[in-house]
């Protein structure tokens, strides 16, 4: 039996091994429940419309290298299909996006995460040698 709530949690990462996590249980719609397909579009519409309300207004560092964050990239863990459907989302704040040292470690982290989900894994970029401040 599958339960009428989503356990959508946020994980936000900064530096010195501080994070920031959020769990929000929205209630699934009656005419949601059961329909797999249904689910997958209505819990995705919640991510992306929740996410715009979770906002802060301090200055954030790279968890990696401690400079100033420039740019966020999204990891989602889903798991809808279950009895108790489960969203995890981990953001990382990072100081560049493109091709740096901390994006490849970040890329690496993110490899480990779909590994375990069983998705096919995406092609590691190369490391440039250094990060902008």
């Not at 990462?13 to 949601?32: F, L, Q, T, W």
């Not at 990239?73 to 798991?79: D, F, L, M, T």
């Not at 704040?93 to 470690?105: L, M, R, T, W």
Request: hydrophobic share 35%.
């Amino acid at each position: 039996m599958m339960t009428d709530t989503l356990i959508l949690t946020v994980f936000v990462y900064g530096p010195k091994e501080s994070r920031v996590e959020v769990e929000m249980r929205p209630k699934i719609p009656p005419d949601v429940q059961g329909n797999l397909q249904k689910l997958e579009a209505w819990s995705q519409e919640v991510v992306f419309t929740g996410g715009m309300d979770v906002k802060h207004s301090n200055r954030w560092d790279y968890e990696i290298c401690n400079k100033p964050a420039r740019e966020t990239i999204y990891n989602v863990a889903s798991w809808i299909h279950l009895p108790e459907p489960r969203i995890v989302l981990y953001i990382h704040q990072i100081c560049e996006a493109g091709i740096s040292p901390c994006n490849f470690i970040l890329e690496a982290q993110h490899r480990r995460i779909t590994q375990e989900m069983g998705l096919p894994p995406q092609p590691p970029k190369s490391p440039a040698q250094t990060c902008r401040s």
